[in-house]
C-alpha cells in the first residue's frame, strides 16, 4: 500500500509539473504575440530576417511568435558626442584643431525601415565621426582666418556641411542635423605665436600713433600760439606806426601853421624896416636887375 502511495504521488507531482512548465509556455506564447512600442520610438517588424517596409507608430501590436519581432528605433532628439581631436584649416590654410563635439540629430520616423534595413549599428554609427570630422573641415576651409574660431560662423556652416553629406550618404529626409556645438577649438600653437606677435606690434603702432598725434597736436597749438603772438606784435607794431605817423603830422600841420602866421605877418614896411636895421653903411658891391648883373667894386676902388 505504501508503495502505491508513494508512486501515485511520484506520477501526481510530474503531472502538476508538466501542467506548470505547459502554462508557462503558453502565457510566454501569449505575451508573446504581443508588441509594445513606447512614445519616442518607431517599431519594424521583421519576419523570418526580412524587414518590412512599414513602420509602427507607437503603440500596442500583435506578432507571430518566433517567427516574427519588432525592432524599436529611436526617434528623439539625440546627442552624439564625439572627443576626437579634428584637425582643419581656414580658406587661407591656418590650421586649426575642435574636439570635444556634440552633435545634435533626429532620424525621420517615416525612414526607421530603411535605416534597419542599410545601416549596421545605427544606434552609434547613423551620424559617425568620419561623417562629422569630414564636415567640420569643410565647412573651416569656407571661413577665413578672423572667422574660422567664431563659433557663430562656423558651427551653422557645420550644420550645413553635416547635413550635406549625410544627404549623400543616406538620402534627402532620412536624418535631420540640428545643432552642432564645439566646445574646443583654436588654431595651432605656432598660429598663436604669430598672433601674440601682431597684437604686441599692433599695440606698439597704436601707442605710436598717439604719441604722434600728441606731437602734431602740440605743434600745432604752438604755431596757433606763434601765429597769435605775431599778429597781436604786427597789431602792436601797427598801433605804434600810426602813433607815430600821427605826432609827425600833428607837427608838420603846427609848423605849416607857425609858418603861415609868420608868412602873413611879414610886411613891405617890416622888410624894410629890417634891412635898414641890418644895413651895416656899405653899399653893394653887385647890384643888377632882372638877370643882369654889374660888379662896381672897381668903381669904389676896392
Same mark, same amino acid.
Given at each position: ?5 508513494? +508512486? ?25 504575440? *504581443? +508588441?509594445?512600442? &513606447? ?7 521583421? +519576419? ?7 513602420? #509602427? $507608430? ?22 552624439? =558626442? ?14 586649426? !584643431? #575642435? ?9 525621420? &520616423?517615416?525612414?526607421?525601415? !530603411? ?5 549596421? $549599428? !545605427?544606434?552609434?554609427?547613423? /551620424? $559617425? /565621426? ?10 573651416a576651409r569656407t571661413l577665413q582666418t578672423t572667422q574660422v574660431?567664431?563659433?557663430? #560662423?562656423?558651427? &551653422? ?29 583654436? *588654431? ?10 601682431r597684437q604686441l606690434s599692433e599695440q606698439a603702432y597704436q601707442?605710436?600713433? =598717439?604719441?604722434?598725434? +600728441? ?13 597769435? $603772438? ?39 614896411e617890416l622888410v624894410e624896416y629890417k634891412k635898414i636895421e #641890418?644895413?651895416?653903411?656899405?653899399? &653893394? ?10 660888379? =662896381? ?6
Amino acid at each position: 500500500m505504501k508503495t502505491e502511495k508513494n +508512486t501515485f504521488s511520484k506520477k501526481h507531482s510530474v503531472t502538476i509539473g508538466a501542467i506548470v512548465v505547459i502554462a508557462a509556455v503558453v502565457i510566454v506564447t501569449v505575451l508573446s504575440t *504581443f +508588441t509594445v512600442v &513606447p512614445s519616442g520610438f518607431v517599431g519594424v517588424r521583421v +519576419t523570418m530576417g526580412q524587414v518590412s517596409d512599414d513602420v #509602427m $507608430n507607437p503603440g500596442m501590436y500583435l506578432h507571430v511568435p518566433f517567427i516574427e519581432s519588432v525592432t524599436r528605433v529611436m526617434t528623439k532628439q539625440v546627442d552624439q =558626442i564625439y572627443s576626437d581631436t579634428i584637425w582643419g584649416e581656414s580658406s587661407e590654410q591656418t590650421a586649426l !584643431y #575642435m574636439s570635444d563635439i556634440t552633435v545634435t540629430y533626429k532620424l525621420n &520616423p517615416d525612414k526607421a525601415a !530603411y535605416v534597419v534595413k542599410n545601416v549596421a $549599428n !545605427y544606434s552609434e554609427d547613423l /551620424v $559617425n /565621426v568620419t561623417l562629422v570630422s569630414s564636415a567640420l573641415k569643410a565647412a573651416a576651409r569656407t571661413l577665413q582666418t578672423t572667422q574660422v574660431t567664431n563659433r557663430a #560662423m562656423i558651427e &551653422p556652416a557645420a550644420v550645413s556641411s553635416l547635413q550635406e553629406a549625410v544627404n549623400n550618404k543616406y538620402g534627402t529626409g532620412v536624418v535631420t542635423i540640428l545643432y552642432i556645438n564645439i566646445n574646443d577649438m583654436d *588654431f595651432e600653437e605656432s598660429y598663436q605665436n604669430a598672433i601674440a606677435e601682431r597684437q604686441l606690434s599692433e599695440q606698439a603702432y597704436q601707442r605710436q600713433v =598717439i604719441e604722434n598725434k +600728441t606731437a602734431i597736436e602740440k605743434a600745432e597749438a604752438d604755431r596757433q600760439v606763434a601765429i597769435t $603772438n605775431a599778429h597781436a606784435q604786427a597789431e602792436a607794431d601797427r598801433i605804434a606806426a600810426e602813433a607815430q605817423a600821427e605826432i609827425v603830422r600833428i607837427a608838420a600841420e603846427a609848423q605849416a601853421e607857425a609858418n603861415r602866421k609868420l608868412s602873413e605877418s611879414i610886411t613891405d614896411e617890416l622888410v624894410e624896416y629890417k634891412k635898414i636895421e #641890418m644895413w651895416d653903411g656899405k653899399l &653893394p658891391i653887385v647890384q643888377g636887375a632882372s638877370n643882369s648883373f654889374v660888379d =662896381i667894386s672897381a668903381l669904389l676902388g676896392k
